[in-house]
């Protein structure tokens, strides 16, 4: 994988960027924004988009744009701005096609399970970034790094994402933080772990006021990410938009984060 800047900081790592990868344009935009930032404020940053979106509530929902077109993309970014990216992947075949393009590959949190997937992973070489299911302990997560291990490669992180609660709801336990913390680094979905899926229309709700309240919970816990997707226009986002941050608020919310950070390790 590049290496993440400012590898010796004590800051959070970002992963960011849209949910989707909706067009070459919008990425580059985004990812050029998000660079400047954190650099600015020394913030190690992966970029983050997915090649397609496989996990859909209705049959109409946007899958995406093609997925070499994506995964092409995805490579520029990452010359252009010579950062690390990462994209989800669904199926075996996913990993080593997207290992090609990406430097991190990304378990979907309803697939982490999948011990076909996660070796498929592995085998690659490359960083691993497993999201918890929303129906697993923290500890359960041991057992999927341990599958990563197993297969020879010593490279995973583990993200929490929130765990079900009800039928519409998901909470973050921040005890999970510093159980996971002993098997992998560790991230926090702050935008993932506010959304409100299973609505009667077919399209997944969010909370993103509270993006910040649990961006915040995590980094005094120390959480070794950050993981929050955003656009110009979540409104038009073609994924998540309902629990994505508005881009233009990142700078402050970073800014205010790194704050924190600095505040805990001087404790």
């Known amino acids: 994988m590049k290496n993440l800047k400012y590898t010796d900081s004590n800051n959070f790592f970002l992963l960011s960027g849209p949910c989707a990868i909706e067009g070459e344009d919008m990425a580059l935009r985004i990812a050029e924004k998000i660079v400047s930032i954190t650099d600015k404020l020394k913030i190690p940053y992966v970029f983050k988009g997915s090649f397609k979106k496989a996990n859909r509530s209705r049959i109409d929902s946007f899958t995406g744009i093609g997925d070499e ?68 302990s923290p500890e359960s997560m041991k057992h999927a790094v ?79 990410g950050l993981f929050i997707e955003t656009h110009f226009n979540p409104a038009e986002a073609k994924s998540d938009g309902a629990n994505m941050l508005d881009l233009s608020l990142l700078e402050g919310l970073l800014t205010r984060l790194v704050e924190i950070r600095q505040c805990v390790n001087g404790l």
């Open 146 to 224: 341990q599958k990563v291990y197993d297969s020879g490669n010593k490279k995973a992180w583990i993200t929490d994402r929130g765990t079900m609660f009800g039928y519409q709801d998901l909470v973050v336990d921040m005890r999970g933080i510093a159980t996971m913390k002993q098997y992998a680094p560790t991230v926090l979905d702050v935008t993932h772990s506010l959304q409100q899926p299973n609505q009667s229309s077919g399209v997944t709700g969010g909370r993103p006021d509270m993006i910040e309240t649990i961006a915040r919970a995590g980094v005094v816990n120390k959480v070794d």
């Open 69 to 136: 077109k994506a995964l092409q993309i995805l490579r520029k970014v990452g010359q252009t701005f010579n950062v690390p990216t990462i994209t989800d992947i669904h199926t075996e075949a996913d990993a080593a096609m997207a290992a090609e393009y990406v430097d991190v590959l990304q378990i979907p949190a309803f697939l982490v399970r999948q011990t076909d997937l996660v070796v498929a992973a592995a085998e690659t070489g490359k960083y691993v970034n497993l999201k918890k299911g929303q129906f697993m």
